[in-house]
């Protein structure tokens, strides 16, 4: 006998017999079961409240995934990231000039002309290398403070208000530290430019943190989950919400990247031909933009509140289901947290009431979404072997450029080659050669993509060791019996500061480093856009912001192991610089894949979770009733397609 469910929205099934599911809904008898598929369970038709169709478990088996219609106000937020890394990779493109090179003879600000390089502080190339990498490593530390912020406190739209002005303190300081009366005394700019490094980080981790999420929310407030639709050929298709955050994020790169590109050319030249008090200045002024785009169209943005602090319970879970299994062996202690049914045990329905802690305020699904997280933050633990190759772009790349024929092209101009291949090359990925894969029905999940950057960013490591090979067996400088000391090549052979390029340079053109720009684009196409959307799409609702803010720690994290790396960071060491960089990039990618294949299988069950009924401290007010008649329709979506047939249970 059939029994038929209708949710308080409006959304019908119907089911060959009861299930746990089924109970926590109110029956009616107006619908009959209809069978679809040939699966060992009953699949049943389930539409919305304005008679949108959900797909069945066949239907997302076999049906094209198409994304969904993306929003203009969604630009606007795209923007607004487009002015912030104008201003952030405007004013950080000229650091390694600024810092390593020496202020050209005549010049007062820097510049340097065609025939002379740009230069300030005169400090060398392991100088700036640290430098850099601290500046790169504090960037990226501050967003978990800015994500745990705004989770708990501010929201994500105070949050980046806050960020902006941080940052912008910090931007002016940096101006200060280039001024003209202030690079006359190199020890004195060097102190003001790294305070002004202190504020200009935090300022970025604190936008970082929460620009992205707030991106993705706007989509995710409009279809929450995917929908059957007939196409005008009449091909039925699965619009499906977690490929159109993956395409959001595609686009959302790409407006970085014009930031970025624009930026960082515009600021180079601007360094080389008036100074760098200029390369400060302007990213400072377009930055000013990013607070007024978000005000004029505030009331557009969909702007989730905070919901109070909820990563002491989290921690607090894990902190239970180990109570008793901690070992002074590390192994043994990540062993005990990777066993099957780590969370199961400490979900509310297995702990008897009398026996739950006082802090335990939450529902079996938000233990299944803390899992999701943490199992995202799992996967970022090995993005900083991928960071440490995409980080050589912002200095030893730089530095490799400068000891090449540059024929009047800045040295540091040179790795806009990175964002200019991700402007042509994202649209094609987004366009053609991800639609391709989807008809002919090859799912690239996440987890692959990620482990292709693995493999991309190593082979551009490789293509750099080689370049550098050869630098220094040309250079004029070479050593009878070994590699050429490219360094002050041009004062070591006694030569004026104006002679020719080709008398201290060896015979290299700097446009040979394209292939590991090149190279390094792709991997980002597939590693670090696929981080942000991983980030979003598993972390807890409550909890986005910190969990993006993992995300963007792992590249801190790898700017810190390559400190470990700046003793190479000089000739004749610079081979080995890149080939031990490319052989940690390719040990990490086999690793990655090998420890998350598992993983892998459960991407579709892990998209599908309930919304839990927690949303933390601040949820007193919010509609228990409302909340509870959608988590369980929720579920009933769940297993009508198939997902709840694997339970996400394992640790």
Not at 135 to 142: G, P
Not at 409 to 426: C, K, M, Q, S
Not at 436 to 461: C, D, E, Q, Y
Not at 496 to 501: G, L, N, R, W
Request: with cysteine.
């Amino acid at each position: 006998m059939s029994t038929d469910a209708k949710t308080g929205d409006g959304v019908v099934a119907a089911h060959d017999g009861s299930s746990p599911i089924e109970e926590k809904l109110p029956k009616e008898h107006d619908f009959a079961a209809v069978a679809s598929g040939s699966g060992s369970d009953i699949e049943v038709r389930l539409r919305g409240p304005h008679g949108e169709e959900y797909p069945t478990k066949e239907e997302l088996d076999t049906l094209r995934r198409v994304k969904g219609p993306i929003n203009w106000v969604i630009y606007t937020i795209a923007f607004i990231e487009l002015c912030e890394r104008f201003a952030y990779y405007g004013t950080t493109a000229v650091f390694v000039n600024f810092i390593s090179q020496p202020l050209p003879a005549g010049s007062t600000t820097g510049a340097g002309g065609t025939d002379l390089q740009a230069g300030a502080l005169g400090q060398g190339q392991q100088a700036s290398t640290g430098l850099v990498l601290f500046n790169s490593f504090w960037s990226y530390v501050t967003p978990l403070f800015g994500g745990w912020l705004a989770d708990t406190f501010w929201g994500k739209y105070k949050t980046i208000h806050v960020a902006v002005a941080v940052a912008m303190f910090g931007h002016i300081i940096l101006i200060v530290s280039a001024l003209p009366p202030v690079i006359a005394n190199p020890k004195g700019a060097l102190g003001c430019f790294s305070v002004g490094l202190v504020f200009f980080g935090m300022g970025v981790g604190l936008f970082k943190a929460n620009i992205s999420p707030m991106i993705a929310e706007q989509y995710e407030h409009e279809q929450p989950r995917a929908i059957v639709k007939t196409l005008k050929s009449g091909e039925r298709v699965v619009v499906d919400p977690i490929l159109t955050i993956s395409v959001i994020y595609m686009r959302y790169y790409f407006f970085i990247n014009v930031g970025s590109l624009v930026g960082s050319i515009a600021m180079v030249y601007a360094e080389k031909y008036v100074g760098f008090w200029l390369s400060y200045t302007l990213p400072t002024a377009l930055f000013i933009c990013c607070p007024i785009v978000m005000l004029v169209f505030k009331n557009r943005y969909t702007r989730n509140p905070p919901t109070g602090s909820v990563l002491g319970k989290a921690l607090a879970l894990v902190g239970l289901s180990m109570k008793g299994r901690w070992s002074i062996n590390p192994i043994t202690t990540i062993k005990h947290m990777r066993e099957p049914g780590f969370f199961e045990r400490v979900k509310p329905s297995n702990i008897p009431e009398s026996e739950r802690p006082a802090w335990m305020t939450f529902d079996d699904h938000w233990v299944d979404e803390v899992r999701r997280g943490f199992k995202a933050c799992s996967v970022f633990v090995w993005y900083p072997i991928y960071w440490l190759s995409y980080n050589q772009l912002s200095n030893n790349l730089v530095s490799q450029a400068a000891t090449m024929i540059l024929k009047g092209v800045p040295n540091d101009v040179v790795n806009n080659l990175d964002p200019i291949a991700l402007l042509i090359f994202i649209p094609i990925f987004d366009k053609f050669f991800y639609p391709a894969l989807r008809r002919a029905h090859i799912n690239l999940t996440p987890i692959k993509k990620v482990t292709a950057g693995f493999a991309i960013g190593t082979l551009s490591m490789v293509i750099a060791a080689i370049v550098q090979h050869f630098i220094y067996m040309q250079s004029p400088c070479r050593l009878v019996d070994g590699y050429g000391y490219v360094d002050n090549c041009r004062e070591s052979l006694g030569l004026p500061a104006d002679a020719p390029e080709s008398a201290y340079k060896p015979p290299l053109s700097v446009w040979i480093q394209a292939p590991s720009y090149i190279l390094i684009a792709f991997a980002e196409i597939c590693a670090s856009i696929t981080g942000l959307e991983y980030a979003f799409t598993k972390a807890p609702k409550n909890m986005r912001g910190f969990i993006t803010g993992v995300f963007w720690f792992s590249q801190a994290f790898s700017a810190a192991i390559g400190q470990a790396f700046v003793p190479l960071a000089t000739d004749p060491y610079l081979v080995w610089l890149y080939v031990t960089v490319a052989i940690i990039s390719a040990l990490g990618g086999i690793g990655f894949w090998f420890n998350f294949a598992k993983l892998d299988r459960e991407e579709e069950a892990l998209n599908a979770l309930p919304d839990s009924l927690f949303r933390g401290s601040k949820n007193q007010d919010a509609d228990i009733a409302a909340l509870e008649a959608a988590q369980a329709e929720q579920e009933k979506i769940r297993h009508a397609q198939g997902l709840d047939k694997n339970p996400v249970t394992n640790s």
